[in-house]
């Protein structure tokens, strides 16, 4: 199977980043109706008993390691469908609905298809979307409801006193009332197309009206006789005898063309793929080529990329200046090879300016899910053999990406987003799981570093840094012969303990695809070694919904498409080292012993004094500060602090995922170093009782144009704060972060509170956007917690929260409630991780992925399940073990 070319930065980030304009898709179900239908329908137009076959086709199979992958379950349609309906339930509906739509900007919803009462308003799709959702007007529907409402009456008899007194012509009267209604409709600003099902009742050969009169007049003569049955989408009404007439229903779309056209909104024809109501042979929008060329101001849509029948619509976008083409449903409802084919046919001859792009989703929001996550896919697939091809040079294909997904139906429906597009400069500031680097010089760059082995780490979901040792060679083999270089890693690998016991809501059952992100790469942490950080793909290369570095990665990129910001991060890394106990066996919980300084405190020189003796500390930090030197990562201080034998590192600021990269590999670089000089670093964070605890302090300021004016920063320190008791979870995620989160030590406290330059609080101004986390520990995963800070301070940006805590001067722990409430000091931090999970659980606002906070719970349930049962020093002895 043909995979992403993933050396294109600039394509691949306008890929993930550009928001989706969702040009075609229909209502969610209501959560009363939605088990009424049948679900295995996301993935196929097959109907009855042939639905049930479909679980036997490719698409099918797709979707179901899609969505497994995305839901944590087992990859079976059983599993799947038992927890997507565990996802739609009534407490974490919205949350999953919100996950499903992640990076869609809008959608246009035909609303005309489903029964009254069975799926939500087109409007109320808006809260999950960028900007406000619009409508699609079905005209078959309408000409039904005009037919009900006034030419039947709602009694099911005739009613005559709807109707004027010179209407006695049922043809004339039926024009006028279908010609008010669509004119009224057009005239709506929601309403921003119209669609034509005439592809399901007749044909797309639409035919002229000469001579109609008496065949018109006797059909809906027939229809008014037949009456009317409960249950349309409107009135609550539908005709008996639906209109599937060939002069009819060329009558409908003739008038609503007129009224199309009056208004400048386009019109939408259902072509190609539908359910086994269609008239296959009928169903090639070459019909409509006569139509075309006699409506040449009207603008017209060919949806669903007229499949089976692509090249003729391609054809006819590419050469009519009124006719565009929709790529849509195609996602998911064919095979990637066949999707794949699908766009290559479509741009074999139309031009990019003239496609579209939609999901068709409908009824389940998985739909709208694996459609935009298979489109992205496909895209990066087709368009990087485009660019190795020299056919586009990247930026072009950038241009194709922007147009297809977003400006092309942005334009064509005079849409107003929220969103902006990212410029090029602004693209390469986007950190993606992919470098410009083609394997030629990545075995270059290895060379130049004099590489032996070469490390592939990853950061799992107990904070554990995990690694593969690769013989260069083996690398060099693998990279020359072209492919690239990629490791197959259980799935299990972000559902187990620090003790490889798998938690129970994991399974042992599925592969992730590790692909190193040579942008990441470096020397270290020993001699010979080189390092780089590695992102987890599903096996056909869709994002993997729970890697940490595309948790983060996708939150940065979410900041910058929708609010234009970007950031910096720098790190702060407190340990503590520990000598050998000589008189210890190796076994031994005491075997390592306080490091033997006198008078060790925060900042005294004396720390330094035997700087050079063989065997003291100073000379590994000398190798310490040098191997960061080579590394690339660059060290702004390096100092005592409080308890004995503490030392922290500051390191200089980056963007979000390269400062955690650096920060995970400046603690290799520490922990390998004093390891070779006999010495053990640990990050635990309250080593000592009654001594200063080790913490991760992270500083963050908003790099983007305007970051420093106080309406810009203001409201995303706002949403952190308003966040913070569910952010902590992931901060302080471990039972041992609580013995350091105390009062009065500057650790942060206990109190949500922000000051400038007080280090007794959780947030620290500095000066303009500049502000310190000090609520951060080094036994968190960085890359969840920063996408947490992250995202909290953005849901403030997004509802442009005010400030109401105040700046506080002093320590809220010694003031009283009075005080406290003048400086909107009123919540304070979980008091163990239990309560910080809980708070995590119930802040459905926050904006990460449910999947991946669903699976971080689960994971800190199972590590509490260990170290809970222990005593306090069995607990001590087994944190620095491990971190």
């Given at each position: 199977?043909?995979?992403?070319?993933?050396?294109?930065?600039?394509?691949?980030?306008?890929?993930?980043?550009?928001?989706?304009?969702?040009?075609?898709?229909?209502?969610?179900?209501?959560?009363?109706?939605?088990?009424?239908?049948?679900?295995?329908?996301?993935?196929?137009?097959?109907?009855?008993?042939?639905?049930?076959?479909?679980?036997?086709?490719?698409?099918?199979?797709?979707?179901?390691?899609?969505?497994?992958?995305?839901?944590?379950?087992?990859?079976?349609?059983?599993?799947?469908?038992?927890?997507?309906?565990?996802?739609?339930?009534?407490?974490?509906?919205?949350?999953?609905?919100?996950?499903?739509?992640?990076?869609?900007?809008?959608?246009?919803?035909?609303?005309?298809?489903?029964?009254?009462?069975?799926?939500?308003?087109?409007?109320?799709?808006?809260?999950?979307?960028?900007?406000?959702?619009?409508?699609?007007?079905?005209?078959?529907?309408?000409?039904?409801?005009?037919?009900?409402?006034?030419?039947?009456?709602?009694?099911?008899?005739?009613?005559?006193?709807?109707?004027?007194?010179?209407?006695?012509?049922?043809?004339?009267?039926?024009?006028?009332?279908?010609?008010?209604?669509?004119?009224?409709?057009?005239?709506?600003?929601?309403?921003?197309?119209?669609?034509?099902?005439?592809?399901?009742?007749?044909?797309?050969?639409?035919?002229?009206?000469?001579?109609?009169?008496?065949?018109?007049?006797?059909?809906?003569?027939?229809?008014?006789?037949?009456?009317?049955?409960?249950?349309?989408?409107?009135?609550?009404?539908?005709?008996?005898?639906?209109?599937?007439?060939?002069?009819?229903?060329?009558?409908?779309?003739?008038?609503?063309?007129?009224?199309?056209?009056?208004?400048?909104?386009?019109?939408?024809?259902?072509?190609?793929?539908?359910?086994?109501?269609?008239?296959?042979?009928?169903?090639?929008?070459?019909?409509?080529?006569?139509?075309?060329?006699?409506?040449?101001?009207?603008?017209?849509?060919?949806?669903?990329?007229?499949?089976?029948?692509?090249?003729?619509?391609?054809?006819?976008?590419?050469?009519?200046?009124?006719?565009?083409?929709?790529?849509?449903?195609?996602?998911?409802?064919?095979?990637?090879?066949?999707?794949?084919?699908?766009?290559?046919?479509?741009?074999?001859?139309?031009p990019w300016s003239k496609i579209l792009c939609s999901t068709d989703g409908h009824g389940f929001p998985e739909m709208y899910l694996i459609a935009g996550s298979q489109l992205r896919s496909v895209l990066k697939t087709v368009l990087g053999e485009l660019v190795q091809s020299q056919q586009l040079d990247e930026k072009q294909a950038v241009q194709l990406v922007q147009d297809i997904l977003f400006s092309n139906s942005k334009k064509l429906y005079k849409l107003e987003t929220k969103s902006t597009l990212p410029n090029l400069s602004q693209l390469t500031t986007v950190s993606v799981p992919s470098t410009n680097w083609t394997n030629h010089a990545v075995i270059q760059k290895l060379q130049s570093l004099n590489a032996k082995y070469l490390r592939i780490y990853w950061h799992d979901y107990t904070s554990s840094n995990k690694c593969r040792l690769i013989p260069i060679k083996h690398v060099f083999k693998t990279l020359s012969s072209?492919?690239?270089?990629?490791?197959s890693l259980a799935k299990a690998s972000f559902g187990m303990t620090q003790i490889d016991t798998l938690i129970p809501q994991a399974s042992a059952t599925g592969m992730y695809t590790a692909r190193p992100d040579w942008s990441s790469l470096k020397p270290g942490p020993a001699e010979g070694h080189v390092s780089c950080y590695a992102y987890f793909t599903e096996l056909d290369g869709s994002e993997a919904a729970l890697c940490p570095r595309t948790i983060l990665r996708k939150t940065v990129e979410k900041a910058a498409a929708e609010q234009g910001l970007e950031f910096l991060l720098g790190f702060e890394v407190e340990f503590l080292v520990l000598e050998r106990n000589p008189a210890a066996s190796a076994t031994s919980l005491d075997r390592y012993q306080t490091l033997r300084s006198d008078g060790h405190s925060w900042s005294v020189s004396r720390a330094f004094a035997d700087w050079g003796r063989a065997g003291s500390f100073s000379?590994?930090?000398?190798?310490?500060?040098?191997?960061?030197?080579?590394?690339?990562?660059?060290?702004?201080?390096?100092?005592?602090?409080?308890?004995?034998?503490?030392?922290?590192?500051?390191?200089?600021?980056?963007?979000?995922?390269?400062?955690?990269?650096?920060?995970?590999?400046?603690?290799?670089?520490?922990?390998?170093?004093?390891?070779?000089?006999?010495?053990?670093?640990?990050?635990?964070?309250?080593?000592?009782?009654?001594?200063?605890?080790?913490?991760?302090?992270?500083?963050?300021?908003?790099?983007?144009?305007?970051?420093?004016?106080?309406?810009?920063?203001?409201?995303?320190?706002?949403?952190?704060?308003?966040?913070?008791?569910?952010?902590?979870?992931?901060?302080?995620?471990?039972?041992?972060?609580?013995?350091?989160?105390?009062?009065?030590?500057?650790?942060?406290?206990?109190?949500?509170?922000?000051?400038?330059?007080?280090?007794?609080?959780?947030?620290?101004?500095?000066?303009?956007?500049?502000?310190?986390?000090?609520?951060?520990?080094?036994?968190?995963?960085?890359?969840?917690?920063?996408?947490?800070?992250?995202?909290?301070?953005?849901?403030?940006?997004?509802?442009?929260?005010?400030?109401?805590?105040?700046?506080?001067?002093?320590?809220?722990?010694?003031?009283?409630?009075?005080?406290?409430?003048?400086?909107?000091?009123?919540?304070?931090?979980?008091?163990?991780?239990?309560?910080?999970?809980?708070?995590?659980?119930?802040?459905?606002?926050?904006?990460?992925?449910?999947?991946?906070?669903?699976?971080?719970?689960?994971?800190?349930?199972?590590?509490?399940?260990?170290?809970?049962?222990?005593?306090?020093?069995?607990?001590?002895?087994?944190?620095?073990?491990?971190?």
């Amino acid at each position: 199977m043909a995979l992403p070319y993933t050396h294109l930065k600039l394509l691949n980030a306008a890929i993930d980043a550009t928001p989706l304009i969702d040009n075609h898709a229909h209502p969610l179900l209501t959560p009363e109706t939605a088990s009424k239908h049948p679900f295995l329908s996301i993935a196929s137009e097959a109907t009855g008993n042939a639905l049930y076959d479909s679980k036997k086709s490719l698409s099918h199979l797709r979707a179901v390691k899609h969505l497994a992958g995305v839901l944590g379950c087992a990859q079976t349609w059983e599993a799947v469908e038992a927890t997507a309906v565990k996802r739609r339930r009534p407490e974490s509906r919205e949350a999953w609905i919100r996950r499903c739509f992640d990076g869609i900007e809008t959608i246009l919803i035909d609303d005309g298809l489903d029964a009254q009462g069975q799926v939500e308003d087109y409007w109320w799709h808006s809260q999950f979307t960028r900007s406000e959702c619009k409508r699609i007007v079905r005209i078959e529907t309408v000409a039904s409801e005009v037919i009900a409402r006034f030419l039947i009456g709602h009694d099911g008899g005739a009613n005559q006193n709807t109707l004027d007194e010179d209407d006695g012509d049922v043809v004339k009267a039926f024009m006028r009332l279908f010609l008010t209604e669509i004119s009224q409709l057009a005239a709506d600003c929601n309403v921003v197309a119209f669609k034509s099902i005439i592809c399901y009742r007749y044909g797309l050969d639409i035919l002229p009206l000469n001579g109609i009169e008496s065949d018109v007049r006797k059909e809906l003569e027939d229809i008014i006789s037949e009456g009317v049955t409960p249950g349309s989408p409107v009135s609550g009404f539908s005709l008996r005898k639906r209109i599937a007439h060939p002069l009819l229903n060329s009558l409908i779309v003739r008038l609503a063309a007129r009224a199309a056209q009056d208004s400048d909104k386009p019109i939408q024809f259902h072509t190609g793929l539908g359910d086994n109501d269609i008239t296959l042979t009928r169903s090639s929008p070459s019909h409509l080529q006569s139509f075309i060329r006699e409506n040449p101001k009207l603008k017209i849509v060919l949806l669903h990329a007229g499949y089976p029948w692509t090249r003729e619509t391609a054809y006819l976008a590419a050469t009519y200046p009124n006719v565009y083409a929709d790529i849509g449903e195609v996602f998911p409802c064919i095979s990637r090879q066949g999707q794949e084919s699908v766009l290559r046919e479509m741009l074999e001859v139309c031009p990019w300016s003239k496609i579209l792009c939609s999901t068709d989703g409908h009824g389940f929001p998985e739909m709208y899910l694996i459609a935009g996550s298979q489109l992205r896919s496909v895209l990066k697939t087709v368009l990087g053999e485009l660019v190795q091809s020299q056919q586009l040079d990247e930026k072009q294909a950038v241009q194709l990406v922007q147009d297809i997904l977003f400006s092309n139906s942005k334009k064509l429906y005079k849409l107003e987003t929220k969103s902006t597009l990212p410029n090029l400069s602004q693209l390469t500031t986007v950190s993606v799981p992919s470098t410009n680097w083609t394997n030629h010089a990545v075995i270059q760059k290895l060379q130049s570093l004099n590489a032996k082995y070469l490390r592939i780490y990853w950061h799992d979901y107990t904070s554990s840094n995990k690694c593969r040792l690769i013989p260069i060679k083996h690398v060099f083999k693998t990279l020359s012969s072209g492919k690239p270089l990629t490791l197959s890693l259980a799935k299990a690998s972000f559902g187990m303990t620090q003790i490889d016991t798998l938690i129970p809501q994991a399974s042992a059952t599925g592969m992730y695809t590790a692909r190193p992100d040579w942008s990441s790469l470096k020397p270290g942490p020993a001699e010979g070694h080189v390092s780089c950080y590695a992102y987890f793909t599903e096996l056909d290369g869709s994002e993997a919904a729970l890697c940490p570095r595309t948790i983060l990665r996708k939150t940065v990129e979410k900041a910058a498409a929708e609010q234009g910001l970007e950031f910096l991060l720098g790190f702060e890394v407190e340990f503590l080292v520990l000598e050998r106990n000589p008189a210890a066996s190796a076994t031994s919980l005491d075997r390592y012993q306080t490091l033997r300084s006198d008078g060790h405190s925060w900042s005294v020189s004396r720390a330094f004094a035997d700087w050079g003796r063989a065997g003291s500390f100073s000379t590994a930090v000398d190798e310490i500060l040098d191997a960061l030197d080579a590394a690339g990562i660059d060290v702004d201080q390096f100092h005592a602090e409080n308890a004995p034998g503490q030392f922290e590192l500051v390191l200089s600021p980056l963007a979000p995922l390269a400062a955690c990269d650096a920060v995970l590999h400046a603690r290799q670089i520490l922990e390998s170093v004093a390891a070779r000089h006999g010495f053990r670093a640990t990050l635990h964070p309250k080593p000592f009782a009654a001594k200063c605890g080790s913490a991760s302090h992270v500083h963050v300021s908003i790099a983007s144009p305007g970051g420093d004016r106080p309406a810009v920063y203001e409201p995303f320190y706002a949403g952190v704060l308003a966040h913070f008791r569910a952010v902590f979870a992931f901060t302080n995620s471990n039972p041992t972060s609580y013995e350091r989160m105390v009062d009065s030590a500057w650790a942060g406290g206990r109190w949500i509170a922000w000051g400038t330059q007080n280090k007794e609080l959780p947030l620290r101004k500095i000066a303009g956007s500049h502000w310190e986390v000090k609520v951060l520990d080094g036994l968190a995963n960085p890359y969840f917690a920063v996408a947490a800070l992250l995202a909290a301070g953005m849901d403030g940006v997004r509802r442009k929260a005010p400030l109401t805590w105040k700046d506080c001067a002093g320590d809220p722990a010694r003031f009283g409630a009075e005080e406290r409430a003048r400086l909107g000091i009123e919540e304070m931090f979980p008091a163990d991780l239990r309560e910080a999970l809980q708070a995590l659980r119930e802040d459905e606002s926050l904006g990460l992925d449910p999947t991946f906070v669903q699976r971080y719970v689960h994971v800190k349930e199972g590590e509490l399940a260990i170290l809970e049962p222990m005593t306090a020093e069995e607990r001590r002895q087994w944190i620095m073990e491990r971190y």
